[in-house]
């Protein structure tokens, strides 16, 4: 009883801020950073490397574990959305003081028109990494074309995708059958888009061993993105 009054007292997003300090293993989130993957560390890096980004967008802050790494792997601005009140609660506690991360409460595609709509340097690369795909309500073409018809150098990493003639990775799927794989990307994907997959195979990669596609425009990072070593390009889209 005194757990249910509390809730309804407090509300999610203070419960969750709750939970930062009374489950402090939870800060691990979901195995680590990135999963728990190493090679995905890696291509993060080394996008970073090629592509230079001055900005880093997140959808889908959960338990901010990789907001952290994001902001302290490349020593850039991260601006995070997370769709669940109480999820949310948890990242607002993680970064009170970190001036690096800002998180947001709310839709990821209302949250990407504002971050990205009208920039005030239009040209700047920026990487965006989309996770904001748990409910069936799933953003992904929305959020891709909003990002893509403001920015041209943007360079964008989608989790738990299927990667091609690799099962060893795991992707999402969802009610009906229908799932993050390459016949979705090709429905979502604007003709000038490129796709890249990991090139590590999955029995070397670590963690979860979640897929991942990286996407940028071909007259944009694209051509970039080619000289990657830990990245494969696929042009069958």
């Known amino acids: 009883m005194l757990r249910y009054l509390l809730k309804s007292l407090m509300g999610p997003e203070k419960l969750g801020?709750?939970?930062?300090?009374?489950f402090p293993h939870w800060r691990a989130g979901f195995?680590?950073?990135f999963n728990g993957q190493e090679f995905r560390k890696r291509i993060f890096l080394e996008i970073l490397s090629l592509a230079r980004p001055t900005e880093i967008i997140e959808t889908g802050t959960y338990k901010g574990t990789t907001t952290e790494y994001l902001a302290q792997g490349s020593g850039l601005p991260v601006h995070s959305v997370?769709?669940?009140?109480?999820?949310?609660?948890?990242?607002?506690?993680?970064?009170?003081?970190?001036r690096q991360v800002r998180?947001?409460?709310g839709d990821s595609r209302p949250f990407l028109r504002r971050k990205l709509g009208t920039p005030v340097h239009p040209d700047k690369p920026v990487f965006v990494y989309l996770d904001a795909h748990w409910n069936d309500d799933l953003p992904l073409k929305e959020e891709i074309e909003i990002i893509f018809s403001d920015r041209k150098n943007a360079v964008v990493m989608i989790d738990d995708f299927q990667v091609p003639n690799d099962k060893g990775y795991v992707h999402d799927w969802y009610e009906g059958g229908f799932g993050l794989t390459l016949e979705y990307l090709k429905r979502i994907c604007p003709g000038h888009v490129q796709a890249f997959f990991p090139a590590c195979p999955s029995d070397q990669e670590t963690g979860h061993k979640a897929g991942c596609v990286v996407l940028a425009a071909r007259d944009g990072l694209g051509p970039?993105?080619?000289g990657a070593k830990t990245l494969r390009p696929w042009d069958a889209l």
């Not at 801020?17 to 009374?22: E, V």
């Not at 997370?82 to 970190?98: K, Q, S, T, V």
């Open 17 to 22: 801020m709750l939970d930062y300090y009374r």
């Open 103 to 105: 998180c947001d409460c």
């Open 31 to 33: 195995r680590g950073p």
């Open 224 to 226: 970039v993105l080619a």
């Open 82 to 98: 997370e769709l669940d009140p109480r999820h949310f609660g948890f990242a607002r506690a993680r970064f009170l003081w970190n």
